[in-house]
């Protein structure tokens, strides 16, 4: 293995490149990455394959790493962007073939709080795992978030907030739902450095978040859960 | 009366003690969640030259401003980001006049945290546009008679670097701890060690390194091993957290006792520590407590990593030697690249 080599994509089979675009995924190589997305489309490989057995799977491997402390928001950023990069060639054509979504996610930083970083790291990697994330940003009073869950009707609801004097707005939001009666439509998912599983559960919130990581396998729990019910129902 | 300095200050003392949490303390006075403490600077003065008084009057040789998010990043969330020179002339001079009002030197530390932003190559941010923003906060902050400038809460190294050459440009001494909250690690993936290493090649030389907020007491004086080791020649400064934030009865409460965050101080003067405070969740309960407990205390060896879990809580893998992302570097077979670039 030398640093220097040059590899065509081309050259490897589909089993290999696959490998490689898990590795340049991780690598953040954005370029490499969407060549890999267009050598997979131009094989014939349809967009939903390309999406979970290329894309997902890579950043699946990136989650683990980041909550193994292995790697850090530096790396994890510059993986998703790469894996945002070959989503944005498959969107549209994951549009047109109608492929199936884990479900729908709105996700912001509470009022008062301007952090980005855990927030965008949490989205990206939700798209990475197959949810359809719309990310409302940062400073959200509850306005911001009962219109975008009207709007949206998302299957999960998910606030951060990094600072102390931001934290206890959560709660704000929770009661407000309770209020309207619609708390219960939704998962609510919490996540932010200060935060832990007591807060969590204090606030009134389904589950706490240490890491994007473990947000997205959170989020896939709670969804084989609601399945279950419905099929159950 | 001439203000003392800090030099003046810790040559003549072995320790000194810097003040507690601001947050927390503000929502015991009614501050809402969501609002900028920042603001009170202007709406409620007397609330914050009160807390101020009470980190005095409970012993803090150094008390912080009420500034951490006054730089024009964070401002602008609450369409404030063209009045970081008046905030911050305000959160100096209410804590200077309170400082002044002391029989014992106090001094004044402009506190400036992060700006929220990532920094270039992996953010927008430019080094010039965040050493701006820092420089044009250090500026008022010194005119409104800050003694030093204290930076907190850094996670990645670019932010160091534009933050402490940003406060540079004021010509005061220049403090700088980061928040090590990751497994031992900042977010951004530095180790303590790291941190100490890089101090020594900052263009701006700087006055106390250290270390504030993270994850509880027992981590941060886990941190400060780090750091001290890294650089035994530094003034160290820890500003830890008072436990673990619990959520009773619509506030958030820390967990820490008195008892704890004075055993944190002994701890923390035993690893080499200089200049010992509180973050997160610090009360002047607290701090009366710390006091009492540096004046009683005579430092001994450095502590172990078992014995600060024995006496303040669990703390990291890194903490205790093992490095699980250094580990994942050097097996590299574990993910094996054909191919990298530059």
């Known amino acids: 293995m030398s640093d220097e080599e040059e590899l065509d994509l081309n050259s490897l089979d589909d089993e290999e490149l696959v490998q490689q675009m898990h590795d340049d995924l991780y690598d953040g190589l954005k370029e490499e990455v969407e060549e890999g997305v267009n050598i997979l489309l131009s094989r014939g490989w349809l967009p939903y394959r390309v999406l979970t057995e290329a894309l997902v799977e890579g950043m699946r491997i990136v989650g683990v790493d980041f909550r193994d402390g292995i790697l850090f928001v530096p790396e994890v950023l510059l993986a998703a962007n790469s894996m945002k990069a070959g989503m944005t060639i498959l969107r549209p054509l994951l549009a047109e073939t109608g492929a199936p979504r884990l479900g729908k996610m709105v996700i912001g930083t509470v009022k008062g709080d301007i952090h980005d970083i855990g927030k965008n790291l949490v989205a990206m990697m939700m798209e990475g795992a197959g949810f359809e994330v719309i990310n409302i940003g940062i400073n959200n009073p509850v306005e911001n978030y009962l219109e975008a869950i009207e709007e949206h009707d998302p299957d999960i609801l998910g606030m951060s907030a990094l600072l102390t004097t931001t934290m206890p707005y959560m709660k704000v939001v929770i009661d407000t739902m309770k209020e309207k009666g619609i708390r219960d439509d939704y998962v609510v998912l919490v996540g932010g450095a200060p935060l832990n599983e007591e807060f969590a559960t204090a606030i009134g919130a389904d589950a706490y978040c240490r890491d994007a990581a473990v947000a997205v396998e959170t989020a896939k729990e709670f969804m084989v859960r609601k399945h279950n019910q419905m099929a159950a129902v | ?342």
């Open chain 2, 1 to 342: 009366m001439s203000r003392t300095s800090l030099d003046e200050l810790l040559s003549s003392r072995d320790w000194l003690l810097a003040d507690g949490a601001t947050g927390t303390n503000y929502f015991q006075l009614g501050l809402m969640s969501g609002d900028a403490p920042e603001l009170w600077n202007i709406d409620h003065p007397d609330r914050v030259r009160t807390v101020h008084r009470s980190f005095i009057e409970a012993g803090s040789d150094i008390i912080l401003t009420n500034s951490f998010g006054c730089n024009r990043y964070r401002l602008k969330l609450h369409d404030a980001e063209d009045r970081v020179a008046e905030l911050n002339n305000l959160a100096a001079s209410l804590a200077r006049q309170e400082a002044d009002a002391s029989d014992r030197p106090v001094l004044v530390a402009g506190s400036m945290g992060p700006t929220g932003e990532i920094f270039e190559p992996v953010g927008t941010l430019s080094m010039d546009a965040g050493r701006e923003a820092f420089a044009e906060q250090a500026a008022a902050l010194k005119e409104g008679g800050a003694d030093v400038l204290w930076i907190e809460t850094i996670s990645s190294v670019e932010e160091l670097t534009a933050a402490t050459e940003g406060a540079g440009t004021a010509g005061l001494p220049v403090i700088g701890t980061m928040s090590f909250d990751t497994n031992g690690r900042t977010m951004m993936g530095l180790t303590p060690k790291d941190f100490g290493e890089i101090t020594r090649s900052l263009q701006v030389g700087l006055a106390g390194i250290g270390a504030n907020c993270g994850t509880g007491a027992s981590e941060m004086v886990a941190t400060v091993l780090g750091i001290t080791e890294a650089r035994p020649d530094a003034i160290v400064v820890a500003k830890g957290n008072c436990g673990i934030p619990k959520y009773v009865d619509g506030h958030i409460h820390y967990d820490g006792t008195p008892e704890l965050m004075a055993d944190y101080a002994r701890l923390a003067r035993d690893a080499g520590v200089r200049i010992i405070g509180g973050c997160c969740g610090t009360t002047a309960v607290h701090l009366k407590a710390m006091r009492a407990a540096l004046q009683a205390h005579t430092p001994g060896a450095k502590p172990s990593v078992e014995a600060i879990e024995q006496r303040l809580g669990s703390v990291s893998d890194l903490a205790h030697g093992r490095d699980v992302a250094a580990e994942a570097a050097a097996s590299d077979d574990r993910r094996s690249r054909r191919r990298r670039r530059a």
